[in-house]
């Protein structure tokens, strides 16, 4: 069975940091890309963050170019966003999301874990 599970999420003011954490288990046999995505109410879920498989290649929304850090450790299996200079526009719940590599390209998301920043 496969599961991702988000944590360190919570409160914090604007400026500050929190580092997101996503613990992945049941996807032994297949590579994975792996993503972090947040949805703020009444908005649609949008991409902040992703990384490749083996860690090589990142990519990330403009707005969070300079102030996120996607990492990966396929060792312990989890993947981790480092957010710096927090914005309230940036609360939202944010979501981990695997992408299977090869076909069939399986998807699996995570609860995801809410992110609160107060002006």
């Known amino acids: 069975q496969v599961q991702l599970v988000e944590s360190g999420g919570g409160l914090v003011q604007a400026g500050g940091s929190l580092r997101l954490s996503c613990a992945v288990s049941?996807?032994?046999?297949?590579?994975?890309?792996m993503g972090w995505f947040r949805q703020a109410p009444g908005k649609e879920r949008e991409l902040v963050a992703t990384i490749s498989w083996n860690g090589a290649s990142t990519n990330y929304a403009d707005s969070v170019k300079g102030r996120f850090t996607i990492s990966r450790d396929n060792v312990k299996n989890t993947v981790t966003l480092q957010m710096n200079s927090l914005k309230p526009e940036e609360t939202a719940v944010y979501y981990c999301?695997?992408?299977?590599?090869?076909?069939?390209?399986?998807?699996?998301w995570g609860q995801g874990t809410q992110v609160t920043v107060s002006s």
């Open positions: 049941g996807l032994t046999g297949s590579i994975y890309d």
């Open positions: 999301k695997a992408i299977r590599v090869t076909v069939p390209k399986n998807v699996y």
